[in-house]
């Protein structure tokens, strides 16, 4: 799935105000993305180039992609054209910032938040100042990084979603079935043993008013957009400050089409659900990872096997679409606890949902994923750029892989590795928007399956 770069456009949106002149290239799209960085670097005759590098990799242990292999190239490109210095930023260089630096050539690395920390470097640059007492700015000394130490800001100056018509060619990602995303947040107190968030975003919640979020999406109404995403890392915590802006939005009366994969099931209930309904979501995916205790307790995701069955009663009581989000393979899970989560996924989930199954977790530095994998010896050296997964001692992948399969031929709602590394999929996705089909795709999930079976493509 293709996804509207929403940092890159807010940190390029906060250095325009800041008095800069500004470009945004977006290579998402470009068949030789070096060429492109050729003519805007000529054409524009930059003092600073920004890089914003999103996710390291896909996270697909069956099937990994990095996405990080250009940058040096790019950086390259940058020393080789103009005399300006190079600074990474995104959430992959929030997570890495020591590996990216070294591996990419560039000068600096700003983590956590770009809006906030490159206005205030370029400043620096502007008076010749000590770019380097900048608290978020990162550089190498050696092979050692260095940086000013400062949390991430208690207020955000930032808006819940940036003009990406102004920055960005909005059809080839609508076509695709790109929603636009918006956030209501940042920061995440919550302690999952793979989870990145409260490293990038830190550990205190950063609200945005439910009015600042309803004059956010009533502006990019007024650019066209009809699909909008929310996409913090848990869309119903704190659940006043979610029921708040569902409310907001439903009484504002915005007409647009809404939706959110990221709703904890500890705080799943009917009244949610009606006011999201009202609001106009027309899709909801409840993040869950899996529906056996154990492994619930061993993810430390803070929620019950009993809150995951809790939920999908809920859920059975309303219309809304939803998708079940299942991560396999971690810590205590076995043939049972499979089975168990597998039972729960066709018992109580309702006929035309979706559930998306992933296997195994990538290892990021710095969580609790990291450690239980060097205690039980699946990490060796210290490189974790390269992609790196936790399976369970006690799990066999292939026999999961065949579990999951076989479990996905009889229900046309799962959605495995196998489906997301199929080539044919981009096309797949153009057609059915001319077709009429809108986001979220996964709503499709079943009729797309079985219409796709027809052409021999049993994904």
């Not at 996405?67 to 600074?87: F, G, I």
């Not at 945005?208 to 999406?217: G, K, L, Q, R, Y």
């Not at 399976?391 to 996905?408: E, I, K, Y």
Request: charge should be positive.
């Amino acid at each position: 799935m293709v996804v509207l770069p929403i940092g890159a456009c807010l940190v390029a949106e906060a250095a325009q105000r800041a008095g800069h002149n500004v470009r945004l290239l977006d290579m998402m799209f470009e068949k030789r993305p070096l060429k492109a960085l050729e003519r805007e670097l000529s054409a524009v005759g930059p003092d600073v180039v920004g890089f914003s590098l999103r996710n390291i990799d896909n996270n697909d242990m069956q099937s990994p992609e990095v996405y990080y292999e250009d940058l040096p190239a790019a950086v390259a490109t940058v020393r080789r054209l103009t005399s300006a210095w190079v600074v990474l930023g995104g959430g992959a260089v929030s997570i890495m910032p020591q590996a990216l630096l070294r591996h990419s050539g560039a000068d600096l690395a700003v983590l956590s938040d770009g809006d906030t920390v490159l206005p205030q470097l370029l400043r620096a640059l502007e008076r010749g100042g000590d770019v380097r007492a900048i608290p978020r700015v990162a550089w190498l000394d050696g092979n050692r990084m260095c940086f000013a130490p400062g949390r991430s800001p208690p207020d955000l100056n930032a808006a819940p979603a940036p003009a990406f018509c102004s920055w960005l060619n909005m059809r080839p990602y609508l076509s695709r079935f790109a929603s636009v995303p918006v956030q209501t947040k940042r920061g995440c107190p919550f302690e999952c043993a793979y989870c990145t968030y409260p490293i990038i975003e830190g550990r205190q919640y950063r609200l945005f008013s439910p009015e600042v979020v309803v004059d956010a999406i009533r502006a990019l109404a007024r650019q066209g957009v009809r699909d909008v995403e929310f996409v913090d890392n848990v869309f119903n915590s704190p659940y006043e400050h979610a029921l708040a802006i569902c409310r907001s939005i439903a009484r504002a009366n915005l007409s647009m089409r809404l939706q959110t994969e990221d709703l904890s099931p500890r705080f799943v209930d009917d009244d949610l659900l009606d006011a999201m309904s009202a609001a106009g979501f027309v899709g909801i995916g409840i993040t869950v990872e899996s529906a056996s205790q154990p492994c619930l307790e061993a993810l430390r995701k803070g929620f019950t096997a009993e809150d995951v069955r809790r939920s999908a009663e809920v859920v059975r009581r309303h219309g809304l679409p939803c998708v079940w989000v299942f991560m396999l393979g971690g810590p205590h899970e076995t043939r049972a606890t499979v089975r168990e989560t597998l039972r729960f996924a066709n018992g109580c989930l309702r006929p035309g949902d979706a559930a998306f199954f992933s296997v195994g977790i990538r290892v990021y530095p710095g969580t609790e994923i990291e450690k239980r994998a060097r205690t039980e010896g699946q990490l060796d050296g210290d490189g974790l750029l390269r992609p790196r997964f936790y399976f369970s001692t006690g799990l066999d992948p292939g026999w999961l892989m065949d579990v999951l399969r076989t479990s996905a031929r009889h229900n046309m709602g799962f959605v495995v590795p196998d489906s997301l590394s199929a080539p044919f999929l981009p096309t797949v996705q153009t057609l059915a928007y001319q077709f009429g089909l809108r986001p979220p795709l996964w709503r499709h999930a079943s009729r797309l399956r079985r219409i796709l079976k027809l052409f021999g493509k049993d994904v």
